[in-house]
């Protein structure tokens, strides 16, 4: 089992949902990274998804684009994002990272080094964004060699079919995104997405994470009733935007949002159990 299993398997057996957070790598700075990853760990993060920094994010809203904007003025690109991986392992062996990324960095480097490479550092899982499931095979069959999760998108604009689809090819966990349009977008309708959810888990046993549109510990606590993971991303990316070159004031703001989302998700977690022991 990937870590990405062993880590649901283990939140499961103690009733709780994962945390999933996301930074982009480089951002504002290359040295500024592991720390950060280190700062949500601290936090209660349980995953980590780490941005490969590209120049044209189109899925990504205005605080994630400016973010890679950040990252690529020191020229960081996919070696350097492994690089920092490395580098995160050699204090933490446990805490999945997720590469999110888009195809062409990947396709630059080769899908065979890219798998290689990405397992020697330590990487546990890739979402690369605009990898539709029909032409993903090539991308897939050398991470598979090297136990890496492909982690897919499903929207609520998804049919029966790309769901299946795309349920049959995921490993680790399913990725919904809880709203039309981009990252960091308006406020989602967490009862709509309970209902989604029951629609998609017909097609996998997988566990399904929610993201897009978590800005708070009661939004968090909130998708945390119906999801299995719940996925933070803007929401942090702009700490790092407002204190991310003054890190006595970053790591007290991570610990503030990502430790009381934490603590509510595990409320609900807490709540849930008490419902099943009555």
Sequence with gaps: MSRIGDCFAALRQEGRKA???????????????VGQMQALVAA?????????????PMADGPVIQAACERALRH???????????????ESDDTTPVILMAYLNPIEVMGYAAFARQAAE????????????????????????AYGIDPI??????SDASRIE????????????????????????????V?????????????????????????????????????VVGSAVVKLIEAYGEQPERLDPAIRDLVGGMRRAIDAVATDNRGEVAG
Excluded: N
């Design 121 to 144: 550092a330590g990487v546990d899982g890739i979402l690369v964004v605009d990898l539709p499931p029909e032409e993903a095979a090539d991308v897939l069959a050398p991470c598979a």
């Design 44 to 56: 209660g993060a349980d995953l980590i998804e780490l941005g490969v920094p590209f120049s044209d």
């Design 194 to 230: 309970g209902t989604r959810l029951a629609a998609i888990r017909k097609y996998t046993d997988l566990p399904l994470g929610v993201g897009f549109g978590v800005r708070d510990a009661q939004t968090a606590a909130r998708v945390a009733e119906v999801a299995d993971a719940v």
């Design 75 to 89: 020229h960081v690109g996919l070696h350097h994002v492994l690089d920092l991986v490395r580098r995160f392992r």
């Design 152 to 157: 897919f998108l499903l929207s609520p604009t």
């Design 19 to 33: 945390l999933v957070t996301y930074i982009t790598a480089g951002d504002p700075t290359p040295e500024s990274a």
């Design 165 to 192: 689809a795309i349920c049959r090819l995921a490993r680790g966990f399913v990725y919904y995104v809880s709203l039309k349009g981009v990252t960091g977008a308006a406020t989602l309708d967490v009862d709509a």
